[in-house]
C-alpha cells in the first residue's frame, strides 16, 4: 500500500495564495493529479501531470512535485476556491488518493 | 464531451447484491479507461475498481477483491459494478469516473455519484 498525507485544513485570506500540500515516500518519482470538490459535487480535476492545468482551469491554479512532496498552489484566491482538495497518484495499477484538505477562504 | 451518469444505487440489507451502471455519451466510449470510485459520508476518496477501454484488463481494491466485478459493455456504452457480501462499510456515494485518453494518469470526467446504503 501507500500513502498520501495531506493537511486536514489550511486557511488563506481571500487575494492572498494558499498552498495544500501532499506527501509520501519518494512521490517526486511518480505523477501526481488534483481534485477539487466543493460540497454535494463531484470532484473536478485541476492538476494533472504534477502542473498542468486541464482546460478551463484557471492560471491560478498550479501545482509542483519534488523529493516526497507536491503541492498545489493557488494564487489570488477567490471565494469560489473554498472546496476541499485531493491529490492522488497511482502505483502498479492502483490508486491512491490523500485523506483530503479543506480551503477555507476568510 | 463525454458526460457519466451513474444508476443502480439503494438500501440493501448486510449481505446483499447491488448492480450499479454507468452510462456514458459520447462516440469514444471504448478508448478509455473506467474506474468506479467511492467516497463514505465526510471521508476521503477512495478508489474501488478500474477497467481498461477493451475490457482486458480490471483492477480492485483490497477492500472489495473477491466481492466486486467490475465489467463494461461496449455497444452499450455502458460500464458495470456488480457488488456482493455487501457490508456497513460499503456505505458511500460511488462515482464512476473516466480516465485521460493520451496517459491514463488521472479522472478528467466523473459521474454524478449514486448513494449506495448498507443497512439492516
Known amino acids: 500500500s501507500y500513502e498520501l498525507t495531506q493537511p486536514a485544513s489550511v486557511s488563506v485570506s481571500q487575494g492572498q495564495t494558499a498552498s495544500i500540500t501532499c506527501s509520501g515516500d519518494?512521490?517526486?518519482?511518480?505523477?501526481v493529479c488534483w481534485y477539487q470538490q466543493k460540497p454535494g459535487q463531484s470532484p473536478m480535476l485541476v492538476i494533472y501531470?504534477?502542473?498542468k492545468r486541464p482546460s478551463g482551469i484557471p492560471e491560478r491554479f498550479s501545482g509542483s512535485n519534488s523529493g516526497n512532496t507536491a503541492a498545489l498552489t493557488i494564487s489570488e484566491t477567490q471565494a469560489m476556491d473554498e472546496a476541499s482538495y485531493y491529490c492522488?497518484?497511482?502505483?502498479?495499477?492502483?490508486?491512491?488518493f490523500g485523506g483530503g484538505t479543506k480551503l477555507t477562504v476568510l | 464531451e463525454v458526460q457519466l451518469l451513474e444508476s443502480g444505487g439503494g438500501l440493501v440489507q448486510p449481505g446483499g447484491s447491488l448492480r450499479l451502471s454507468c452510462a456514458a455519451s459520447?462516440?469514444?466510449?471504448?478508448?478509455?479507461?473506467v474506474s468506479w470510485v467511492r467516497q463514505a459520508p465526510g471521508k476521503r476518496l477512495e478508489w474501488v475498481s478500474s477497467?481498461?477501454?477493451?475490457?482486458?484488463?480490471?483492477y480492485y481494491a483490497d477492500p472489495v477483491k473477491g466481492r466486486f466485478a467490475i465489467s463494461r459493455d461496449n455497444s452499450k456504452k455502458t460500464v458495470y459494478l456488480q457488488m456482493n457480501s455487501l457490508r456497513a462499510d460499503d456505505t458511500a456515494v460511488y462515482y464512476c469516473?473516466?480516465?485521460?485518453?493520451?496517459?491514463?494518469?488521472?479522472?478528467?470526467?466523473w459521474g454524478l455519484g449514486t448513494m449506495v446504503t448498507v443497512s439492516s
Open positions: 492522488q497518484t497511482w502505483d502498479s495499477d492502483t490508486v491512491f
Open positions: 459520447g462516440p469514444t466510449f471504448s478508448t478509455f479507461a
Open positions: 519518494k512521490l517526486g518519482n511518480k505523477y
Open positions: 469516473a473516466k480516465w485521460r485518453i493520451s496517459t491514463p494518469d488521472a479522472f478528467d470526467i
Open positions: 477497467i481498461s477501454g477493451n475490457a482486458g484488463s480490471r
Open positions: 501531470q504534477d502542473n
